[in-house]
């Protein structure tokens, strides 16, 4: 197994080039079901999870084409297998963004029940309960989603609980549903922004995506279009805290500053300095961070996905905070590992209380979910010494090169098997 070995104590200077956002290309790559024209995808980032997608959606009959520098080529002419094996659920839950696009341009879905993940119990009952309000029949059957619907219907859904891919999935359904959906207390993340750009070059009707209220007027087909990723804004906010945390300067190109405005606020309370353009952002710290306090909230609210690279932060800041996780029930693993490299951290229920000490200690360090590697990552540019991560694969199916990246900023950090 491989593991990342990280020198501590140097400040990071420098340029970085941010990828293609994760959370954007893997609905993006679904929405290629949806059409039997060529769906063309610019600014894929090379990431695991996204490995993953690519040979489910070619395992259900889908032509890939990878031209290289992220540009892909998918064309569903003929879908001939609609299921989604257990082995690849299992290994990556955004899988479940194939069930609506299949069941509406198909008519038919096999695709396993993603069982509990490390953060939490992550069920996908607002999938299925959205589906259903559109005509879909459903059965759980040996641990699979079986869903049939000759023709999907318009309707209203209002979501219990605000879901991500939740929502795509079923905006993506709608599309060629008969008649009109409304999507109410729906996610409004960046993501889904993207997402509706892309299906409406498909000629698919969207209006409201990036509100909570989201509507689809269905269509009989959609076409073939091009579209490129939006900028990762986790990649983005992750090099933006190890910065903030290892001190010095860093330009990262290829973003938006835009599309985290909750994050910068925060870094700014920290102490850094923030200039920021059109596709740029830089950073410069030249002080002792300060403690800042976080609650994870739905967007445009601090994201669940930055709550453990802030940790980090927190731990060598001066003051103590209180972070609240509030929408998974388990993602406060990288406390323990935390603590093995000498942080004051205690948790009560869904808060962890963290007060700051002078330097993190150097440690043999496991990670344990992708986030939660990320902000062993950061611990370990600020340790004193060097740190050891293992199980790096949950890195790889987020960061794309995270070393060479974090090496281009004078980061002393390499990989070894
Ligand atoms: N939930 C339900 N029922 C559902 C769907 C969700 O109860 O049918 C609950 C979940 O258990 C959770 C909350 O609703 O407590 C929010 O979950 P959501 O559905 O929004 O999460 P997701 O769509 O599965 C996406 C990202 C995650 C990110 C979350 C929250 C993708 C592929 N994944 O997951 O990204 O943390 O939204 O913003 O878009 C990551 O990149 O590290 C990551 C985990």
Request: glycine content about 8%.
């Amino acid at each position: 197994m491989q593991k990342l070995i990280i020198q501590g104590g140097l400040p990071l200077h420098g340029e970085v080039s941010i990828s293609g956002a994760k959370n954007a290309a893997l609905p993006l790559l679904c929405a290629a079901l949806l059409t039997g024209e060529s769906l063309t995808i610019n600014n894929v980032p090379a990431l695991q999870d996204i490995t993953t997608m690519l040979s489910l959606l070619k395992q259900m009959g889908t032509r890939v084409t990878e031209h290289g520098n992220g540009e892909i080529v998918l064309s569903a002419a003929a879908l001939t297998h609609l299921v989604a094996p257990y082995e690849m659920v299992k290994t990556m839950r955004a899988a479940i963004l194939v069930l609506g696009p299949l069941l509406a341009r198909a008519g038919e879905a096999e695709i396993s029940l993603p069982g509990g993940c490390a953060i939490g119990l992550r069920p996908v009952d607002q999938h299925i309960k959205g589906l259903q309000a559109m005509g879909a029949e459903i059965a759980i059957r040996h641990g699979y989603i079986h869903a049939v619907a000759k023709k999907l219907h318009g309707a209203r859904i209002v979501f219990d609980i605000v879901t991500v891919t939740g929502t795509e999935n079923l905006m993506m359904a709608a599309t060629l549903a008969e008649g009109t959906t409304i999507l109410e207390n729906a996610a409004r993340e960046p993501e889904i922004i993207d997402l509706a750009h892309c299906l409406s070059a498909m000629g698919a009707k969207i209006h409201g995506a990036g509100t909570d209220i989201i509507t689809v007027e269905g269509v009989s087909s959609l076409h073939g279009a091009e579209h490129t990723v939006m900028p990762d804004r986790i990649e983005t906010g992750t090099f933006l805290v190890a910065a903030t945390a290892a001190g010095g300067e860093i330009h990262l190109k290829n973003t938006d500053a835009h599309l985290l405005d909750a994050v910068l606020d925060k870094l700014t309370e920290a102490g850094a300095r923030i200039d920021s353009a059109a596709n740029w952002i830089n950073l410069t710290m030249q002080t002792k961070p300060k403690a800042v306090n976080i609650r994870t909230a739905p967007y445009p609210a601090f994201p669940t996905d930055m709550q453990a690279q802030f940790m980090s932060l927190n731990c060598i800041a001066d003051g103590t905070a209180i972070m609240t996780e509030t929408i998974f029930e388990n993602r406060l693993m990288h406390v323990q590992e935390l603590k093995r490299m000498n942080a004051n951290i205690e948790v009560e229920g869904n808060a962890a209380i963290v007060t700051g000490i002078t330097q993190l200690d150097s440690a043999n360090v496991m990670a344990t979910d992708l986030r939660a590697s990320a902000s062993l990552v950061i611990a370990g540019l600020v340790a004193q010494g060097e740190t050891v991560i293992d199980r790096i694969y949950h890195l790889d199916r987020g960061y794309e090169n995270i070393e060479g990246k974090l090496s281009a900023l004078g980061a002393q950090i390499r990989r070894i098997q």
